[in-house]
């Protein structure tokens, strides 16, 4: 940078505060935004949030996922809804191709099962058709309990198991 010359002849040195100012804010705003990313990053690489499958539910139609969250509401012997835990805590139904009561064994199953349980679900994710998911697990839903989720996400699970 050239010095600058005063009108009184004398020399003065340029101002540089202000580009340090920019270069430290641009710094500060890099570190924060790394931040953020790594702070909703989700802790299992295999683990997919909740609002990210409700919000695109086309993009995971048919893929084969896993979520953890709690137990919201156990709907009769196959489904129950799973809310994500932390920020944005959607809610998602989740219907297994085995009765609840087995997939948490004997005596297990009820406390598996519980509300506000924490558990890891793996499975596929479809929009909901009650007959196309009682086709796939054999078993006929009740449709009222079920209504308000039709056209929604849903996974159909192949585990459900406490993650504690």
Do not use: C
Request: zero cysteines; a negative charge; hydrophobic letters at 40%.
């Amino acid at each position: 940078m050239r010095k600058k010359t005063h009108k009184s002849g004398i020399d003065q040195k340029p101002n540089l505060k202000p580009i340090f100012v920019l270069i430290g804010s641009s710094l500060f705003l890099l570190f924060l935004i790394f931040s953020a990313i790594s702070f909703f990053k989700p802790q299992n690489q295999t683990d997919t949030p909740i609002s990210i499958v409700n919000q695109y539910p086309q993009q995971f139609r048919g893929n084969a996922i896993e979520i953890e969250g709690d137990i919201t509401n156990r709907i009769g012997y196959r489904a129950l809804t799973v809310r994500a835990r932390g920020l944005f805590e959607d809610e998602i139904l989740v219907i297994s191709q085995n009765p609840l009561e087995e997939v948490g064994g004997s005596g297990e199953s009820y406390e598996l099962f519980a509300d506000n349980k924490p558990v890891k679900v793996s499975g596929r994710v479809q929009l909901l058709n009650i007959s196309e998911v009682e086709d796939q697990i054999g078993f006929d839903l009740n449709d009222s309990e079920l209504s308000e989720w039709i056209g929604k996400p849903v996974i159909v699970a192949n585990t459900i198991s406490n993650s504690n």
